[in-house]
T-cell receptor, first 112, second 113 residues
Framework: DAKTTQPTSMDCAEGRAANLPCNHS???????VYWYRQIHSQGPQYIIH???NNETNEMASLIITEDRKSSTLILPHATLRDTAVYYC?????????????FGDGTTLTVKP | DAGITQSPRHKVTETGTPVTLRCHQT?????MYWYRQDPGHGLRLIHY???????DKGEVSDGYSVSRSKTEDFLLTLESATSSQTSVYFC????????????FGPGTRLTVT
């Protein structure tokens, strides 16, 4: 699976959009980009995933660049409850989920 | 929330003693996983199971063994606990084995003194 690189930490004002970047410059054609988050001491929670096209669900939007070397997770109206560690993972669609590599992620702090 | 429980939720044990952590699911999912998470770091896969009695090693399996005798239970055993195994242990389940379908348990905080 491709290695992903994320900033260590980011701040965001409550009510504003939080844009979390992820670099995956060695991603291959079969690898999806997945995002999870982990709220303090809880188990990680799936947010969204995508292959080529931009994706949106009730939690977030995922923007993937045309060359697929980077992506951005967007939380459109961040709340204090969105404070968490966000993990970006690149994984081959044919590989068992247990092979996922969770890096150190980005700690997002939403401030009042 | 997916029906996953872990027991115990907290445990303190001494170096050299065996420890067993239990993961129990009520979702009838095929895949189950054990991860460990050390302070300030992401999760690392210890072992996983793709069916009853079918298990495989993850990236940090040394010093750990697992067993799955029925669909709902996945046990993680530390054969002889060491201080380096002090960590938070998360269990996860997945119906299909796809990353976006992983559901995680609440975690077990293990301290080895």
């Amino acid at each position: 699976d491709a290695k992903t690189t994320q900033p260590t930490s980011m701040d965001c004002a409550e009510g504003r959009a939080a844009n979390l970047p992820c670099n995956h410059s060695t991603i291959s054609g079969n690898e999806y980009v997945y995002w999870y988050r982990q709220i303090h001491s809880q188990g990680p929670q799936y947010i969204i995933h995508g292959l080529k096209n931009n994706e949106t669900n009730e939690m977030a939007s995922l923007i993937i660049t045309e060359d697929r070397k980077s992506s951005t997770l967007i939380l459109p109206h961040a709340t204090l409850r969105d404070t968490a560690v966000y993990y970006c993972i690149a994984q081959d669609v044919n590989t068992n989920a247990g092979k996922s590599t969770f890096g150190d992620g980005t700690t997002l702090t939403v401030k009042p | 929330d997916a029906g996953i429980t872990q027991s115990p939720r907290h445990k303190v044990t001494e170096t050299g003693t065996p420890v067993t952590l239990r993961c129990h699911q009520t979702e009838n999912h095929r895949y189950m996983y054990w991860y460990r998470q050390d302070p300030g770091h992401g999760l690392r896969l210890i072992h996983y199971s793709y069916g009853v009695k079918d298990t495989d090693k993850g990236e940090v399996s040394d010093g750990y063994s697992v067993s799955r005798s029925k669909t709902e239970d996945f046990l993680l055993t530390l054969e002889s606990a060491t201080s380096s195994q002090t960590s938070v242990y998360f269990c996860a389940i997945s119906e299909s084995g796809l990353a976006y379908e992983q559901y995680f348990g609440p975690g077990t905080r293990l301290t080895v003194t």
